[in-house]
């Protein structure tokens, strides 16, 4: 199927209608995690067993000053069967934290964030887990949401928030209840600021690039940006600091700092390979770039993307870095996936690791010194820092 295919004038009626199979959404979904598997079992075949272990958990932090994007993980499908073929729309399941299996972590201000993911059920996972925190992340309290959402959720503010995935959903009173929106397409990643909903889709069944969309908060439907051509789908990841937004994928990086009002079409350093991106500021960015083999490059800008500089090396670590987050131009960390994320507090040039204990799947800074996280394995929870990373607090959910 052509990529350029015009999905707003099918809408209005033009053209012949290209209706995709039944399941083709979930099939690009479960495409796109069979990928990651191969691109970590390629970084090292002694770490797959460990990383397969893992649950995949997106971490999105939202603040006036401070929207920072990480990474997206595939969301918990509704109607997906499960090992006992129940499906997330079948059985009866009771919220609880002790069941809850985080897959999206996303926080408005230091102190109010939720936590989604799935909910445990004989044989698998059904979506719709929910669970709120108003003190930072020391206490969580579990919601029942109606109906439940059914994707990766991202929060706007205190009572907007919007899940997206196979389906598009908003709520508007914090989580309780969801409504089901006209979706483009599949929704690979959605973010906003500033009033502002931006969103990276897949627009027909067999696309294999995505396209930029946008709407508002009080108009959240979701609107085409015919300036941004198509992107490579390959680690393709929307950032946002400010008036500032960054669209990044395989090859491609396109630029704007006037809220989108013009864009530019600048050098991915990375070249389309692994890669992260995070900003400290509206022009300040840091890229990490992960080669299948060798070692990792740490890039930065300082004039939006126009010209990039090669500043260091990344830390030696035995699988592909996971995320990047970046709390100031020498503030940065990543995290693995197999252990304690790597902190440095020097541009880059040396790096060490946090003192917690087990696996960390996804950290971020919400401001210069203040970082949320979120741990995996048998006992998933959440940890976080109000020194930069020096000391830690670990609280589990169940």
Known sequence: MNDDLDFDALLRGRGDELAPPPGAWEAISRRGRRRRRMKTMLAGAAVVAVVGALTPVAVSIHHSSTDQRLQVAAPVQSGSPNALGITADSPVVHPSLSLLVPSSLSFVTQTEGWVTGGLEVVGGTVAGGLARTTDGGLTWSIETPHPAPQGVVRFADADQGYSFGSAYQATNDGGLTWQTLPSPGFIADLETSNGVIWALVRSCARCERLRLFQATLTAPQLVRVPRVKPI????????????????????????????????????????????????????????????????????????????????????????????????????????????????????????????????????????????????????PGFVSSDDGGRTWIETPYR
């Open 232 to 379: 490579d789908s390959y680690d393709a990841t929307l950032t946002l600091r400010g008036h500032a937004i960054y669209v990044s994928g395989g090859k491609d990086f396109w630029a704007s700092n006037d809220d989108g009002y013009s864009w530019r079409h600048e050098t991915n350093p990375c070249l389309g390979g692994g890669q992260a991106f995070a900003a400290w500021s509206a022009s300040g960015l840091a890229a990490e770039c992960t080669p299948v083999r060798g070692v990792g490059s740490l890039f930065e800008t300082v004039d939006a993307g126009r010209h990039w500089t090669d500043i260091a090396n990344l830390p030696r670590v035995r699988a592909a870095v996971g995320t990047l987050s970046a709390g100031s131009a020498n503030h940065l960390l990543v995290t693995t996936g197999l252990g304690a994320p790597y902190l440095t507090y020097s541009h880059g040039h040396r790096w060490l690791p946090a003192d917690i204990r087990g696996v960390v799947s996804f950290a971020a800074y919400i401001s210069s010194s203040h970082i949320v996280g979120v741990t995996s394995g048998m006992a």
